[in-house]
């Protein structure tokens, strides 16, 4: 009879978010609770459990099959078997640091177990099948069969000296033995070597996801940050743009002022002084975040207009449709004004979708509606699918586009949605809740500045 059985390897268990069907995580992590952290350490526990299954096995096979086959082995050969069969456990413990000195041992014990055994019983299976497989994921293919088919007729040779010696026959324990050694040997380590390359290919699929992964974010973060630059930019502008006008008036309110002139001179010096600090500050923070390509110091900025908002989609469909695009500009609801943060970020969405429409879908016709309602303003942008190309590429993949307009509805409070129409087009969808719009309450003054900022 044929003693056979398998074992483990020691390949990571999980790639990012594939698991593998070997070793698990938490049988690990018991390793290393345990000390057995290296190699050696944790083949040797390998080597202890074969040791004790063989012991397991023999056990049986005194006990029970050699008298139900009628086979009978003597004290002292019972002892030289059971020796060679549990001394062949022991050369595991090098299998992945000496594969090639493990599978010798294991090769020179089984030929001992041979010796031992009567010509009709095969003893062996268990540290054979583990010493082909370990030989064939470590070394390369040539050489793993090379050394695995050298060990496969030792058992063969071992067999035939043995008939020749004790005068039996010949014939059948050669071509038994060496049939047996080329599966457990040569089988085993081409199934190592079948293991260690989908090893290998998984490791380099991992290894390009995750360099993947690290391009795709490296490259949102570039763009998440230039967008936020930019939106610190307008953000700076604006408040810049507001707060000068807030100043300058306040100053002609302070001296036009006839009535109660202390008093009027207290609170308009203390707008003044609010106006100035608030702009120092938001110059401060802001300008931290805000990019200065060729400045030289503060104030140098070419950027010192606000800019635009809702008002200025007229010129962005004239300028579209300049450019060959068709767009028609729909408006529903009474206008309102917004802050001034809030009407810049409709505007470059708005932008940014034309801008989208006409790299995804050339030719298509392009529908935008600006629609203010009782408790929200919202601005839609919708394209058609482009003649002869099937869908808008841009449902199919987020690009840097799409970040952009969510930082900035984001940064107003607002929600953005984006997808695919059921014609195949892309719809672009801005709504501001009314709540988030900023409202100033300020005193009235009896008079402004000619050409004060609202």
């Not at 050394?147 to 005068?167: D, F, S």
């Not at 050669?174 to 989908?198: D, E, F, K, P």
């Not at 702009?279 to 923070?285: G, K, P, T, Y």
């Not at 940014?352 to 016709?365: D, I, K, Y």
């Amino acid at each position: 009879m044929s003693t056979t059985g398998g074992s483990g390897t020691d390949v990571p268990t999980m790639l990012d978010d594939t698991t593998l069907p070997v070793r698990p995580r938490r049988f690990d992590a018991l390793l290393n609770r345990l000390g057995l952290t290296t190699p050696v350490a944790r083949d040797g526990l390998l080597a202890a459990v074969v040791l004790v299954l063989t012991a397991t096995l023999l056990l049986g096979l005194f006990e029970f099959v050699l008298g139900m086959e009628g086979l009978t082995i003597g004290p002292v050969q019972g002892v030289v078997l059971t020796v060679g069969a549990c001394v062949q456990a022991l050369p595991l413990v090098l299998r992945r640091v000496r594969p090639v000195l493990c599978l010798s041992l294991v090769v020179a014990c089984q030929v001992l177990i041979i010796i031992a055994s009567p010509d009709d019983l095969s003893v062996g299976g268990i540290p054979q099948i583990i010493a082909g497989y370990t030989v064939g994921t470590l070394l390369p293919v040539r050489r793993a069969l090379a050394v695995t088919g050298a060990a496969a007729p030792v058992a063969a040779l071992a067999a035939a000296g043995t008939a020749l010696v004790t005068g039996n026959d010949l014939l059948v324990p050669v071509l038994n033995h060496l049939v047996s050694g080329l599966i457990t040997y040569v089988v085993s380590a081409l199934v190592g070597n079948a293991v260690a390359t989908r090893r290998n290919y998984t490791e380099l699929v991992r290894l390009r996801a995750t360099e993947v992964l690290r391009t795709q974010r490296a490259t949102t973060q570039a763009a998440i940050f230039a967008e936020r630059s930019r939106m610190a930019r307008e953000l700076h502008d604006v408040a810049a743009h507001h707060l000068s006008g807030l100043v300058v008036q306040a100053a002609a309110v302070e001296r036009q002022i006839d009535s109660d002139p202390e008093a009027a001179k207290k609170g308009t010096a203390w707008i003044r002084g609010q106006g100035k600090e608030t702009l120092d500050s938001l110059r401060l923070i802001v300008g931290v975040l805000r990019e200065r390509p060729g400045s030289g110091g503060p104030g140098e900025d070419a950027h010192d207009a606000p800019p635009p908002g809702l008002g200025a989609l007229d010129d962005l469909v004239r300028t579209a449709r300049a450019l060959g695009d068709t767009v028609d500009l729909e408006r529903a609801g009474r206008p309102r004004p917004l802050a001034p943060i809030a009407d810049a970020a409709f505007y470059r969405v708005a932008q940014e979708a034309l801008s989208n429409a006409r790299q995804h879908a050339p030719g298509a016709p392009v529908r935008m509606t600006v629609r203010f309602e009782e408790r929200e303003v919202a601005l839609e942008v919708t394209n058609e699918r482009a003649v002869g190309r099937g869908a808008a590429r841009g449902s199919d993949r987020r690009g840097m586009g799409l970040i952009g307009m969510g930082e900035r509805a984001h940064l107003v409070g607002a929600t953005l949605t984006t997808g695919a129409t059921p014609s195949g087009g892309w719809r672009v969808r801005l709504a501001l809740p009314l709540h988030h719009e900023v409202t100033t309450t300020a005193p009235a003054a009896p008079a402004l500045a000619e050409g004060g900022q609202e």
